[in-house]
Protein backbone atom coordinates (compact mmCIF):
# COMPACT_ATOMS: atom_id res chain seq x y z
CA UNK A 1 0.00 0.00 0.00
CA UNK A 2 3.00 1.99 0.13
CA UNK A 3 2.47 3.40 -3.25
CA UNK A 4 -1.38 2.78 -3.40
CA UNK A 5 -2.39 5.91 -2.16
CA UNK A 6 -3.79 8.29 -4.58
CA UNK A 7 -2.35 12.30 -5.76
CA UNK A 8 -5.52 14.66 -4.80
CA UNK A 9 -5.54 18.07 -6.03
CA UNK A 10 -7.63 20.46 -8.13
CA UNK A 11 -6.20 21.22 -11.39
CA UNK A 12 -6.17 24.01 -13.51
CA UNK A 13 -8.39 23.05 -16.13
CA UNK A 14 -11.88 24.52 -14.82
CA UNK A 15 -13.14 25.13 -18.02
CA UNK A 16 -13.09 20.88 -18.71
CA UNK A 17 -14.32 20.30 -15.65
CA UNK A 18 -11.58 18.46 -14.29
CA UNK A 19 -11.28 17.65 -10.50
CA UNK A 20 -8.53 15.35 -9.20
CA UNK A 21 -9.99 12.44 -6.71
CA UNK A 22 -9.47 9.71 -4.63
CA UNK A 23 -10.32 6.17 -4.34
CA UNK A 24 -13.10 7.63 -2.29
CA UNK A 25 -14.97 8.65 -5.53
CA UNK A 26 -16.51 5.44 -5.34
CA UNK A 27 -18.86 6.96 -3.34
CA UNK A 28 -19.69 9.37 -5.51
CA UNK A 29 -22.86 9.93 -7.64
CA UNK A 30 -21.19 8.71 -10.72
CA UNK A 31 -24.31 10.07 -13.20
CA UNK A 32 -23.11 13.69 -13.04
CA UNK A 33 -19.55 12.81 -13.26
CA UNK A 34 -16.96 10.83 -15.14
CA UNK A 35 -14.44 9.56 -12.90
CA UNK A 36 -11.31 7.66 -14.69
CA UNK A 37 -8.46 6.76 -13.44
CA UNK A 38 -4.37 6.65 -14.83
CA UNK A 39 -1.08 6.27 -13.80
CA UNK A 40 0.62 9.44 -13.92
CA UNK A 41 4.01 8.14 -15.12
CA UNK A 42 3.18 7.68 -18.97
CA UNK A 43 3.48 10.96 -20.63
CA UNK A 44 2.68 12.12 -22.70
CA UNK A 45 -0.47 10.49 -21.90
CA UNK A 46 -0.41 11.45 -18.45
CA UNK A 47 2.16 12.86 -16.00
CA UNK A 48 2.54 15.28 -13.21
CA UNK A 49 3.71 18.49 -14.15
CA UNK A 50 4.52 21.76 -11.74
CA UNK A 51 2.06 19.87 -9.43
CA UNK A 52 -0.78 19.10 -12.19
CA UNK A 53 -2.16 16.59 -13.58
CA UNK A 54 -1.60 16.55 -17.85
CA UNK A 55 -1.61 14.95 -20.72
CA UNK A 56 -2.76 13.53 -24.00
CA UNK A 57 -5.31 11.24 -22.14
CA UNK A 58 -6.39 13.66 -19.69
CA UNK A 59 -7.04 16.19 -22.50
CA UNK A 60 -8.93 13.33 -23.73
CA UNK A 61 -11.11 12.42 -20.75
CA UNK A 62 -11.77 16.68 -20.16
CA UNK A 63 -12.96 16.85 -23.17
CA UNK A 64 -15.23 13.84 -23.28
CA UNK A 65 -16.79 14.95 -19.86
CA UNK A 66 -17.50 18.11 -21.35
CA UNK A 67 -19.53 17.15 -24.65
CA UNK A 68 -21.32 14.45 -21.78
CA UNK A 69 -22.03 17.55 -19.39
CA UNK A 70 -20.36 15.71 -16.52
CA UNK A 71 -17.56 16.51 -14.07
CA UNK A 72 -14.30 14.40 -14.85
CA UNK A 73 -12.67 13.05 -11.77
CA UNK A 74 -9.39 12.01 -12.12
CA UNK A 75 -7.49 9.62 -9.81
CA UNK A 76 -4.04 8.72 -10.26
CA UNK A 77 -2.74 5.59 -9.23
CA UNK A 78 0.15 3.01 -9.58
CA UNK A 79 -0.83 1.10 -13.53
CA UNK A 80 -0.76 -2.37 -11.31
CA UNK A 81 -4.41 -0.75 -9.52
CA UNK A 82 -5.86 0.37 -12.48
CA UNK A 83 -7.73 -2.90 -13.69
CA UNK A 84 -8.94 -3.90 -9.87
CA UNK A 85 -10.09 -0.22 -8.95
CA UNK A 86 -12.04 -0.59 -11.96
CA UNK A 87 -13.84 -3.66 -11.23
CA UNK A 88 -14.40 -2.44 -7.59
CA UNK A 89 -16.44 0.29 -9.29
CA UNK A 90 -13.94 2.64 -7.71
CA UNK A 91 -13.79 4.15 -11.09
CA UNK A 92 -15.75 3.62 -14.19
CA UNK A 93 -12.81 4.90 -16.85
CA UNK A 94 -9.27 3.41 -16.68
CA UNK A 95 -6.43 4.63 -19.40
CA UNK A 96 -2.64 3.86 -20.19
CA UNK A 97 -4.14 0.62 -21.61
CA UNK A 98 -3.36 -0.80 -24.64
CA UNK A 99 -5.72 -3.30 -25.91
CA UNK A 100 -4.68 -7.30 -26.58
CA UNK A 101 -7.04 -10.24 -26.13
CA UNK A 102 -6.34 -11.07 -22.74
CA UNK A 103 -7.63 -7.84 -21.49
CA UNK A 104 -10.59 -8.24 -23.84
CA UNK A 105 -11.56 -11.10 -21.59
CA UNK A 106 -11.93 -8.91 -18.28
CA UNK A 107 -12.78 -5.80 -20.02
CA UNK A 108 -14.75 -4.16 -22.45
CA UNK A 109 -12.74 -1.01 -24.31
CA UNK A 110 -13.59 2.12 -26.44
CA UNK A 111 -12.79 2.26 -30.11
CA UNK A 112 -8.71 2.90 -30.34
CA UNK A 113 -7.93 6.38 -30.23
CA UNK A 114 -4.28 5.96 -30.31
CA UNK A 115 -1.52 3.47 -32.32
CA UNK A 116 1.34 2.84 -30.89
CA UNK A 117 4.59 0.84 -32.80
CA UNK A 118 8.62 0.95 -32.49
CA UNK A 119 10.45 3.20 -33.90
CA UNK A 120 14.06 3.87 -34.43
CA UNK A 121 15.12 8.13 -33.83
CA UNK A 122 18.39 9.14 -35.37
CA UNK A 123 19.95 12.36 -36.09
CA UNK A 124 17.68 13.65 -39.06
CA UNK A 125 21.11 13.89 -40.93
CA UNK A 126 21.72 10.13 -40.95
CA UNK A 127 21.29 8.06 -43.77
CA UNK A 128 19.19 5.45 -41.48
CA UNK A 129 16.48 4.80 -43.13
CA UNK A 130 15.45 1.14 -42.92
CA UNK A 131 16.64 -2.17 -40.16
CA UNK A 132 18.85 -3.48 -42.83
CA UNK A 133 21.01 -0.46 -42.38
CA UNK A 134 21.59 -1.23 -38.39
CA UNK A 135 25.03 -3.70 -39.22
CA UNK A 136 27.86 -2.09 -37.47
CA UNK A 137 25.82 1.02 -35.94
CA UNK A 138 25.40 1.32 -31.99
CA UNK A 139 21.54 1.35 -30.90
CA UNK A 140 20.26 2.30 -27.25
CA UNK A 141 17.33 0.91 -25.59
CA UNK A 142 16.36 1.22 -22.48
CA UNK A 143 17.30 -2.01 -20.38
CA UNK A 144 14.86 -5.28 -19.73
CA UNK A 145 12.18 -2.85 -21.92
CA UNK A 146 10.05 -4.48 -25.15
CA UNK A 147 12.64 -2.37 -27.41
CA UNK A 148 15.77 -4.59 -26.32
CA UNK A 149 14.20 -7.44 -26.48
CA UNK A 150 13.44 -6.46 -30.37
CA UNK A 151 16.84 -5.68 -30.74
CA UNK A 152 17.88 -9.01 -28.72
CA UNK A 153 15.61 -10.78 -31.21
CA UNK A 154 16.99 -9.13 -34.58
CA UNK A 155 20.44 -9.23 -33.65
CA UNK A 156 20.84 -11.91 -36.54
CA UNK A 157 18.50 -10.71 -38.99
CA UNK A 158 19.80 -7.16 -39.18
CA UNK A 159 22.65 -6.84 -37.48
CA UNK A 160 25.99 -7.42 -36.45
CA UNK A 161 25.17 -4.24 -34.05
CA UNK A 162 26.31 -3.17 -31.19
CA UNK A 163 23.09 -2.57 -28.00
CA UNK A 164 23.93 -0.40 -25.67
CA UNK A 165 21.21 -0.17 -22.83
CA UNK A 166 20.24 2.33 -20.10
CA UNK A 167 18.19 2.82 -16.58
CA UNK A 168 16.76 6.35 -18.03
CA UNK A 169 15.59 7.31 -21.49
CA UNK A 170 17.11 11.00 -21.44
CA UNK A 171 20.02 9.71 -20.80
CA UNK A 172 19.75 7.70 -24.19
CA UNK A 173 18.61 11.00 -25.67
CA UNK A 174 21.79 12.87 -24.59
CA UNK A 175 24.26 10.12 -25.89
CA UNK A 176 22.37 10.21 -29.45
CA UNK A 177 22.58 13.86 -30.19
CA UNK A 178 26.18 13.53 -28.61
CA UNK A 179 27.00 10.68 -31.27
CA UNK A 180 27.83 8.66 -29.13
CA UNK A 181 24.81 6.52 -30.64
CA UNK A 182 23.70 5.97 -34.05
CA UNK A 183 20.04 4.96 -33.34
CA UNK A 184 17.47 4.65 -30.14
CA UNK A 185 14.97 2.25 -30.58
CA UNK A 186 11.71 3.80 -28.46
CA UNK A 187 7.70 3.81 -28.40
CA UNK A 188 7.69 5.62 -31.52
CA UNK A 189 3.95 7.86 -29.55
CA UNK A 190 6.61 8.56 -26.46
CA UNK A 191 9.53 9.48 -28.97
CA UNK A 192 7.76 11.85 -30.78
CA UNK A 193 6.67 13.62 -27.59
CA UNK A 194 10.17 13.03 -26.10
CA UNK A 195 11.95 14.85 -29.28
CA UNK A 196 9.51 17.28 -30.27
CA UNK A 197 11.66 19.72 -28.60
CA UNK A 198 15.24 18.47 -30.11
CA UNK A 199 15.03 19.64 -33.97
CA UNK A 200 17.80 17.85 -34.87
CA UNK A 201 16.29 14.56 -34.23
CA UNK A 202 13.67 12.74 -35.85
CA UNK A 203 11.37 9.41 -35.78
CA UNK A 204 12.92 7.88 -38.72
CA UNK A 205 11.33 4.05 -39.26
CA UNK A 206 9.18 2.20 -37.20
CA UNK A 207 9.80 -1.57 -36.60
CA UNK A 208 7.36 -4.19 -35.36
CA UNK A 209 3.64 -4.92 -34.85
CA UNK A 210 1.43 -1.84 -34.15
CA UNK A 211 -0.44 -1.64 -31.15
CA UNK A 212 -3.52 0.12 -30.52
CA UNK A 213 -4.52 2.11 -26.89
CA UNK A 214 -8.48 2.29 -25.57
CA UNK A 215 -9.78 3.59 -22.77
CA UNK A 216 -10.97 0.42 -20.21
CA UNK A 217 -14.49 0.09 -18.98
CA UNK A 218 -15.92 -3.06 -16.92
CA UNK A 219 -18.00 -5.60 -18.86
CA UNK A 220 -21.08 -4.69 -20.39
CA UNK A 221 -20.92 -0.98 -19.07
CA UNK A 222 -23.00 1.12 -21.26
CA UNK A 223 -20.44 4.05 -20.30
CA UNK A 224 -18.23 2.40 -23.10
CA UNK A 225 -20.78 3.28 -25.75
CA UNK A 226 -21.63 6.84 -24.61
CA UNK A 227 -18.21 7.18 -25.00
CA UNK A 228 -17.49 6.14 -28.02
CA UNK A 229 -20.23 8.09 -29.60
CA UNK A 230 -18.35 11.17 -28.13
CA UNK A 231 -15.23 9.27 -29.57
CA UNK A 232 -15.94 9.13 -32.80
CA UNK A 233 -17.27 12.68 -32.90
CA UNK A 234 -13.69 14.13 -31.40
CA UNK A 235 -12.65 12.40 -34.23
CA UNK A 236 -14.66 13.79 -37.26
CA UNK A 237 -14.33 17.47 -36.30
CA UNK A 238 -10.64 17.10 -35.59
CA UNK A 239 -10.56 17.71 -31.84
CA UNK A 240 -8.77 14.58 -31.25
CA UNK A 241 -6.33 15.40 -34.19
CA UNK A 242 -5.57 18.45 -32.63
CA UNK A 243 -5.26 16.61 -29.19
CA UNK A 244 -2.54 14.42 -30.96
CA UNK A 245 -0.52 17.33 -32.84
CA UNK A 246 -0.35 19.11 -29.54
CA UNK A 247 1.47 16.47 -27.77
CA UNK A 248 3.45 14.87 -29.88
CA UNK A 249 4.21 17.50 -32.45
CA UNK A 250 2.93 15.77 -35.44
CA UNK A 251 -0.40 15.23 -37.23
CA UNK A 252 -1.48 11.61 -36.94
CA UNK A 253 -1.56 9.49 -39.52
CA UNK A 254 -4.52 9.70 -42.42
CA UNK A 255 -5.15 5.97 -41.39
CA UNK A 256 -4.60 6.01 -37.63
CA UNK A 257 -6.82 5.18 -34.90
CA UNK A 258 -6.77 8.88 -33.63
CA UNK A 259 -8.88 9.78 -37.11
CA UNK A 260 -10.36 6.85 -38.06
CA UNK A 261 -14.53 6.48 -36.90
CA UNK A 262 -15.34 2.82 -36.27
CA UNK A 263 -18.87 1.65 -37.29
CA UNK A 264 -18.27 -0.96 -34.93
CA UNK A 265 -16.56 -1.86 -31.66
CA UNK A 266 -12.97 -2.64 -32.37
CA UNK A 267 -11.82 -6.22 -32.10
CA UNK A 268 -7.78 -7.60 -32.09
CA UNK A 269 -7.17 -9.17 -35.26
Known amino acids: MNRLHVLVLLAAMACTGLVMGTAKAEAADSGKELRAAVNATAPPFAFMENGKLVGFEVDLH ?148 VFVQGVAFRKGDPLRDEYNTILNGMKRDGTLAALYEKWLGTKPGPDSSTVHVYTTPWQPK
Request: zero cysteines; charged letters at 25%; aromatic letters at 10%.
Open 62 to 209: AEVAKRMGKQLVMTNIPFAGLAPGLQAKKWDAAGNTWINKERLVMMDFSDPWVDAQLAFVTRKNDAITSPEQLKGKTVGAEAGTAEQRWLDANQEKYGPYTIRTYDRSIDILMDLMNKRLDAYLREQTRALYQIKNYPMLGVAFPVGD
